[in-house]
């Protein structure tokens, strides 16, 4: 009966002890497991362990999600970790295993993260059901919406187009994918048709939400929702079979989608936007039962300061790349950010070179830019920074929306570019 105890204990400081010196490069897969060894690893993307980052038993990892490049979160090396256990918190924790508490989530049983623009998180709980906001800077921790539709809220997103956030509720019966504003106000009940929903994400460049639901044989388990339409398309693949918990976009377009269960076993598999089965990979450690997926080096991009005419955006830059040290880099804000430019390496920048960004880019903006720029160079630790005064004359309070990114220019590089940086998108206050 000890035996029975002990065993996950022995796995977990075995495998610990195997990696913990390791280095993560960007496009490293993080994974966080429920099963025999609970707790938080890093893999390559052939399935090859390269750290443990965080053993958790008796507790587990419910949700990881990538800090970025925040100041709070150290140049976007940092995870944030929404932990089930005694009690319920939420952690911060380093890729070199470094481990400290935000908060105390006590009866939340937190489910689901998302960042915002300005550094706050987003919970959802399946406990105390509903969505939660926690600064850190503050050390604040808010209910913004509760949950009174039935079901469990089990994992949020943020609408990239709008700002507002989405709670995807675990149901068999009524609304499961419902939208809340900025102050928690339900404005929009996407969809009831999806049973069971166990992750939901944003897809940039279709403007669509993409859905996992963990019942097996499925044939809706990968969907895309549009929340335009409300049209619900099944990603059909050869993956639909295998309990799915959550995924992750990668750069190129494709998904990684973590699925498995404690009995069973569980794996890691790529598919395309269209939901066409690329690879899968099995994960290194015994009896895996992952919760959530994120890729090193996705975030390299945020935000601070206050999105109103006049005041000024700091934009935070970070790449966990090398080779990108020392070199140039563009930011660009556009309007939109479809259609993506698409890169010759394959890779997309979520951004539409629109009217905005051809000033941007050619310096017709250079009296908003703060005392910064749109232009510099990467320092010798992946950092840099950009400023941005909105113009007095910006349409506030009107839903304007502006979106920003960047990328670091690698002669090179195939594409001629370096790190390309996921998409912010703020609304003008």
């Known amino acids: 009966m000890i035996l029975k105890y002990l065993v996950p204990v022995l796995l977990s400081v075995l495998i610990s002890g195997m990696s913990a010196a390791a280095q993560l490069q960007p496009g490293d897969l993080i994974v966080g497991d429920l099963g025999a060894s609970p707790g938080v690893y890093a893999v390559t993307d052939t399935g090859t362990l390269v750290a443990t980052l965080l053993t958790s038993y008796p507790d587990y990892p419910n949700a990881v999600s990538i800090w970025g490049g925040t100041p709070a979160g150290q140049n976007g090396q ?159 693949s050869s993956v639909a079979s295998h309990a799915l918990n959550a995924h992750a976009r990668t750069r190129r377009g494709t998904w990684w989608l973590a699925g498995g269960q404690l009995s069973g076993g569980g794996g890691l598999y790529e598919v395309t936007d269209r939901g066409v089965f690329v690879k899968s990979i099995s994960l290194p450690w015994p009896h895996a039962a992952p919760t959530s997926v994120v890729i090193h080096g996705s975030r390299s991009l945020s935000t601070s300061g206050t999105a109103a005419p006049g005041s000024i955006l700091t934009f935070h830059l970070s790449t966990r790349r090398a080779a990108d040290r020392g070199k140039f880099f563009i930011l660009l804000l556009s309007r939109a950010t479809r259609p993506p430019l698409l890169l010759s390496d394959g890779r997309l920048f979520d951004l539409q070179i629109d009217t905005l960004a051809v000033n941007v880019l050619l310096g017709h903006f250079s009296a908003f830019l703060g005392g910064g720029t749109n232009v510099g160079i990467i320092d010798q630790h992946g950092n840099a920074s950009a400023l941005f005064t909105l113009p007095v004359d910006f349409p506030a309070g009107t839903g304007f929306r502006v979106f920003a990114a960047f990328a670091v220019v690698d002669p090179q590089s195939s594409s001629g570019f370096g790190t390309v940086s996921n998409t912010v998108g703020f609304t003008l206050k």
């Not at 959802?124 to 808010?142: A, C, D, I, V």
């Not at 419902?178 to 940039?204: C, F, H, M, N, Y």
Request: include cysteine; charge should be negative; glycine fraction near 10%.
């Open 78 to 236: 940092d995870l944030a970790v929404a932990m089930i256990g005694v009690p319920d918190r939420l952690l911060r924790l380093t890729t070199g295993g470094a481990v400290s508490t935000l908060t105390s989530l006590t009866h939340l049983n937190p489910s689901g993260l998302a960042l915002e623009p300005d550094g706050s998180w987003l919970i959802s709980s399946s406990g105390e059901n509903g969505l939660h906001r926690f600064h850190p800077g503050s050390g604040k921790l808010t209910t913004l919406w509760r949950n009174t539709l039935g079901g469990r809220v089990n994992s949020i997103a943020l609408n990239g187009d709008t700002g507002h956030a989405c709670a995807a509720i675990f149901a068999r019966t009524g609304p499961r994918i419902v939208e809340v504003d900025a102050t928690g106000a339900l404005i929009a009940t996407l969809d009831k048709t999806i049973s069971d929903i166990s992750s939901v994400a944003w897809d940039p460049a279709t403007g669509t939400y993409t859905v996992t639901d963990f019942i097996n044989f499925d044939p809706a388990e990968f969907v895309r929702l549009d929340p335009a339409t409300r049209q619900v398309t099944s990603l059909v």
